[in-house]
């Protein structure tokens, strides 16, 4: 790692030991940002109010962050063409598939219970490092859709995490998360951590939801409501609370009886790192990662094509 970062070279590409990995893959992991559907989700599907629609919406995103929160050991890259079915105890189903390997880029699709929603799209994540810190930088598409033909785009947070080589690491989010209703021109915009606010938590974040015009997206719409909260805890409209941590119940995750050969669960790196087989486990990762590089210059030798 030190000598990838002093050379200028993509830490995104350095082979990580099995032994800082925990026993999941990113595609396992991302999935679980779904647990907190149930509670937003089929209420924002029956809501007739756009504003009181966005407001859930809004608040189930940022819900979300929490699920994904302290995952210090790095989770297992996935593979090219790796794959990942989970089904949720609401009944709602999630696809993910890793369909670039460099730069990363995961592709997944949620179909909700009876139709209600639909929530797809694509993340790219990259990595910087500072002086005892990293940023995870993200980037993508992630659309939502209901059956009354609304779509939302769902904006995207930066991360980073702080004593990564000594002292007791830390997660945070940074920047701004966007919300946008193409339909009914409405916005939210949240900033993380806002740098001008003093005397509050790390995790506190503030913002608003406004009618814009989307002819002058960089103009500042009509505020319709404000809103505050931590990301770890909760999130409020105008002092209204839309979700408290402590009343919120995950939903359970689990496999579909029949698994893909491709799914993330079949990986044998994972099989062994799971059963704490650190020899084994290091192998395999090994086998795995050579084939993927040996395959890649096959596809570069035929199509001309890189990064994929």
């Not at 990363?104 to 910087?128: A, C, H, M, N, R």
């Not at 940074?174 to 946008?180: A, S, Y």
């Not at 799914?263 to 990662?289: F, G, H, M, V, Y």
């Amino acid at each position: 790692m030190g000598r990838t970062l002093l050379q200028g070279g993509n830490v995104m590409k350095t082979s990580f030991p099995i032994q800082c990995c925990q026993p999941r893959t990113i595609l396992e992991v991302a999935s679980c940002q779904a647990q907190y559907f149930h509670a937003f989700l089929p209420r924002a599907a029956d809501c007739k109010d756009p504003v009181e629609r966005m407001k859930l919406i809004v608040a189930c995103f940022v819900s979300s962050q929490i699920l994904t929160s302290a995952n210090f050991m790095k989770p297992l890259n996935p593979i090219l063409g790796e794959t990942l079915q989970v089904d949720f105890s609401d009944g709602s189903k999630a696809y993910l598939e890793q369909t670039c390997h460099h730069p990363p880029i995961t592709s997944f699709k949620l179909d909700s219970p009876q139709g209600l929603y639909d929530f797809w799209g694509f993340t790219e994540f990259g990595v910087k490092f500072g002086y005892n810190r990293m940023f995870l930088l993200s980037k993508g598409q992630l659309t939502l859709k209901f059956q009354d033909g609304s779509l939302f785009d769902i904006g995207l947070s930066e991360n980073k995490v702080t004593n990564v080589f000594w002292g007791d690491m830390r997660h945070e989010l940074l920047n701004t998360q966007t919300f946008v209703d193409t339909k009914n021109n409405l916005r939210a915009t949240i900033q993380y951590g806002p740098s001008e606010r003093v005397g509050v938590p790390s995790d506190y974040f503030e913002g608003c939801l406004e009618k814009f015009d989307p002819a002058q997206p960089d103009k500042e719409g009509q505020v319709l409501s404000n809103i505050t909260g931590s990301w770890v805890g909760f999130c409020d409209f105008d002092k209204v609370r839309y979700w408290d941590i402590n009343s919120c119940s995950k939903l359970s995750m689990s496999a579909p009886v029949t698994l893909l050969k491709s799914d993330s669960r079949n990986r044998p790196d994972r099989i062994a790192l799971a059963a704490k087989d650190i020899t084994l486990a290091q192998a395999e990762k090994i086998r795995l990662e050579e084939t993927q590089r040996r395959e890649r210059k096959l596809r570069e030798a035929k199509h001309g094509v890189k990064g994929h």
